[in-house]
């Protein structure tokens, strides 16, 4: 409880409400770079070659159609992740069921030992309870269901509704990044070369800026989309993946298959689009906020 108590004390985000009016401002520098990107390869380099016939015009084709189709899939996760609340503890939440005493009314009268329970978490900023896996965001100033961190780039939280709205951002990003990337490349290797480069200096300096964010973007993106992809792998957030380090085995963990459906949904279809089917909605909890299947041996974890 130490431990727990120190990390909250020391939160970063505890100093820095100004990140709340950073809004409108992350919005637009994200904005800002997907417009200079869509300047140097549509309309400077691609768009043109399109009349060149023969190879150049195939190359060109296929460039922007895939450019294209990953920039609306890197739009569509983002802006999901932007406006869809990443869940709220209901009014007056309780848990439903008591089944440590066997009881299955709702628990409703608590008493001070009750709140020592590990089953039972008390937030005592928000003063209410907290669902499991639940945690407090000093920045939104609420607790967030199954709170992954606070996304300065999404402006938002990243918790149980908006989780995989958040991976798809990231996965389109680094595949879209790693597009513009390889495609700009022949152009920024030619910067170097002591032949003339054909465009005004705008359009070169265009291309230049654009290649440069973009490897930036797809290398820091890489990391970040291989630590979450681990972390799904083993059903755990970024907060758990820090405060379990002491715990040998994780209770929410049920295989990889399964872990990766809590995020995703079952129904196939639905795995690369920032949306739920309404049957995995109507019955998986998990995708809720609210429950979660656990091992029963693991039950008595304080997480």
Not at 158 to 171: D, H, M, P, T
Request: proline share 6%; with cysteine; charged share 20%.
């Amino acid at each position: 409880m130490h431990r727990s108590g120190a990390i909250m004390a020391w939160n970063v985000f505890k100093f820095c409400t100004a990140l709340r009016s950073l809004g409108s401002v992350m919005i637009l520098l994200v904005l800002g770079v997907i417009g200079v990107t869509y300047y140097a390869v549509v309309i400077t380099n691609y768009g043109p070659s399109l009349t060149d016939g023969g190879v150049d015009t195939l190359i060109a084709l296929l460039v922007l159609i895939l450019f294209h189709s990953l920039l609306v899939m890197l739009l569509w996760s983002y802006f999901s992740v932007v406006c869809t609340d990443p869940g709220g503890v209901p009014h007056n939440w309780r848990p439903e069921i008591d089944e440590e005493r066997g009881e299955n009314d709702p628990l409703t009268d608590l008493e001070p030992a009750d709140l020592a329970s590990p089953r039972i978490r008390f937030c005592r900023k928000c003063n209410q309870l907290k669902p499991p896996r639940c945690h407090h965001c000093s920045v939104c100033g609420r607790c967030i269901l199954k709170m992954d961190h606070h996304c300065v780039w999404v402006v938002n939280c990243v918790g149980a509704l908006n989780y995989k709205f958040f991976l798809l951002f990231l996965f389109y990003t680094f595949l879209e990044t790693t597009v513009v990337t390889l495609s700009l490349l022949p152009h920024f290797i030619g910067f170097f070369s002591d032949g003339e480069i054909p465009g005004t200096p705008g359009t070169l300096a265009t291309t230049f800026l654009a290649f440069v964010l973009n490897l930036a973007f797809a290398l820091s993106v890489m990391g970040f989309l291989i630590m979450h992809i681990s972390l799904v792998g083993g059903n755990t957030t970024t907060i758990e993946a820090y405060e379990k380090k002491s715990t040998p085995k994780w209770r929410y963990d049920l295989g990889r298959k399964k872990n990766f459906e809590q995020v995703f949904g079952t129904d196939k279809k639905y795995w690369f689009i920032p949306a739920y089917s309404d049957e995995d909605l109507r019955r998986m909890p998990a995708l809720q906020g609210l429950e979660y299947p656990s091992k029963p041996e693991l039950d008595g974890q304080e997480f």
